[in-house]
């Protein structure tokens, strides 16, 4: 199973943009990186997806490099409520289609 | 459309005692899974299932058991409760098992085991 290695915490200011980075060296062609986050006492939701081109919705962007081992989820202007744990994971494609989660980023946005 | 559901909310056994954890989605999805989640930990993913009638095992299936006799539910069985099960229990549900779908979470069940 593809693994992703990233940083255990991270500080940001409150309203300036966030970069939470990600490494996926093991990678494969198939594989599709996704981000989500967990906020305090509730289950992980959905942030963002993709598997080559950099990719952009309404809660963030996704940086994917050109090689595919690494990637960055950028938020644009963070908000206390953006505190959360953070995690990048490969979801295989095909017959089992599993989602492998890391430790993930511990994400700290201050006033 | 109520999305993933899981009951119950919290639940507290004794060691050597059996439950179900029920987990039911109203989005014909065809992937279910579930994971577990340990104080301070990431989630491990115990079982997971690509449609009704085939199951197959996580990083984590010993003292679990699944089925899948329904699109819609996807309960996770207990057989003799240890207190190494003390977790929270998470469901997840997609469209189907592609790269590219979205996995979309109950909210969890604290199972405490004494």
């Known amino acids: 199973d593809a693994k992703t290695t990233q940083p255990n915490s991270m500080e940001s200011n409150e309203e300036e943009p966030v970069h939470l980075p990600c490494n996926h060296s093991?990678?494969?062609?198939?594989?599709?990186i996704h981000w989500y986050r967990q906020l305090p006492s509730q289950g992980p939701e959905y942030v963002i997806h993709?598997?080559?081109s950099n990719v952009n919705n309404r809660m963030a962007s996704l940086a994917i490099a050109e090689d595919r081992k690494s990637s960055t989820l950028i938020l644009h202007r963070a908000t206390l409520r953006d505190a959360a744990v953070y995690y990048c994971?490969?979801?295989?494609?095909?017959?089992?289609?599993?989602?492998?989660f890391g430790q993930g980023t511990t994400l700290q946005v201050k006033p | 459309n109520a999305g993933v559901t899981q009951t119950p909310k919290f639940q507290v056994l004794k060691t050597g005692q059996s439950m179900t954890l029920q987990c039911a989605q109203d989005?014909?999805?065809?992937?279910m899974s579930w994971y577990r989640q340990d104080p301070g930990m990431g989630l491990r993913l115990i079982h997971y299932?690509?449609?009704?009638?085939?199951?197959d095992q996580g990083e984590v299936p010993n003292g679990y058991n699944v089925s899948r006799s329904t699109t819609e539910d996807f309960p996770l069985r207990l057989l003799s409760a240890a207190p190494s099960q003390t977790s929270v229990y998470f469901c997840?549900?997609?469209?189907?098992?592609?790269?590219?779908?979205?996995?979309?979470f109950g909210p969890g069940t604290r199972l405490t085991v004494l």
């Open positions: 993709g598997l080559t």
């Open positions: 994971i490969l979801r295989e494609s095909g017959n089992t289609g599993k989602l492998i």
């Open positions: 989005m014909n999805h065809e992937y």
């Open positions: 093991t990678i494969s062609g198939t594989d599709y």
């Open positions: 299932s690509v449609g009704a009638g085939i199951t």
């Open positions: 997840a549900s997609s469209p189907r098992s592609a790269g590219g779908d979205t996995q979309y």
